[in-house]
């Protein structure tokens, strides 16, 4: 596994951190099997795992994570762009991972955050990947992290030396979309955003990016102005790669590996792509809509 898994220990102080136990997580997953099963439009998942990461993910409150589920269910069925057609191994999923990608490091923090580094690797290619593409794979990695990866939360590095006019003119049209993925579809507790080689051309990106997201996770914004290298100040020096001062090894392999990983489940994202809500059965919302929170999330994806 290129991932490695959360210690028992970080498990249970994650666990503590909700007053919550072991036997309090079993009872929840049972429960929320028997809500699935009451539920006309979702799937009737039965993948403890799974169910245990929609509870981190929720922060172990059963009404947030019901309401993940079911966002994450929905978008499955209103977004085929995304969720279907997703074999990591053909060829437009591999050329996104080779131009820029999010990489997790194999580690996890010894307070059970997951550090991962988004990267350009490639900034003189001409065969450039699709928006939809470059959205589809890192929904891939997402929901490998969703079915494997038990976390207290993330910090990302995001590294824009490479970036480019080319790279923003791809990112924008995806850019409300991506958050409304990652604010209610797979919401992550994100402990740091750290933004190295900050360029002038990038800044009215990140502040409309910072426009999308509540002030608290804005307010984790920093501006990283010392050398990469110089991120072993505040970050473990035995998770951060070579390139950035550490002593893991270089992204560029560690993204290779991690590539790997995602390949592996290849069976997996093939038998799981019909999974998704049937709308046609979804109860209506108590405001009259059928597409989840505050009857925006629909509008906002399909933007």
Not at 265 to 292: C, M, N
Request: glycine content about 4%; overall charge negative.
């Amino acid at each position: 596994m290129y991932l490695e898994r959360c210690t028992n220990e970080q498990l249970q102080e994650i666990y503590n951190d909700f007053q919550a136990t072991e036997e309090s997580i079993k009872n929840d997953i049972q429960y929320l099997i028997e809500w699935l099963e009451k539920q006309p439009h979702l799937p009737k998942i039965k993948d403890e795992e799974m169910l245990t990461n929609f509870l981190l993910r929720g922060k172990l409150s059963l009404e947030k994570t019901k309401k993940i589920i079911d966002n994450y269910y929905t978008a499955r069925a209103i977004m085929p762009d995304i969720f279907e057609d997703r074999d990591p191994c053909q060829k437009e999923i591999e050329d996104v991972y080779k131009y820029a990608s999010y990489v997790p490091m194999p580690k996890l923090t010894s307070d059970g955050y997951r550090i991962v580094i988004f990267r350009i690797f490639d900034p003189e290619t001409t065969n450039l990947p699709t928006p939809e593409n470059i959205m589809k794979a890192t929904q891939i990695g997402l929901d490998i992290s969703l079915k494997l990866d038990k976390f207290r939360g993330m910090t990302v590095i995001y590294d824009l030396e490479n970036t480019s006019m080319t790279f923003i003119s791809l990112l924008l049209p995806m850019l409300k979309k991506f958050f409304a993925l990652g604010n209610k579809v797979t919401p992550i507790h994100y402990n740091k955003f750290y933004i190295l080689h900050l360029k002038p051309a990038v800044e009215p990106l990140i502040e409309f990016a910072r426009g999308l997201v509540k002030k608290e996770l804005a307010d984790r914004v920093v501006f990283w102005k010392k050398s990469p290298t110089d991120l072993v100040e505040v970050l473990p020096k035995d998770i951060l790669p070579i390139n950035y001062g550490g002593t893991e090894r270089p992204l560029e392999e560690l993204r290779d590996l991690w590539c790997e990983q995602i390949k592996m489940y290849r069976e997996w994202f093939e038998s799981e792509k019909h999974i998704k809500a049937d709308l046609a059965k979804r109860p209506l919302d108590s405001d009259g809509t059928q597409y989840g929170i505050d009857g925006s999330f629909r509008k906002l994806c399909l933007d």
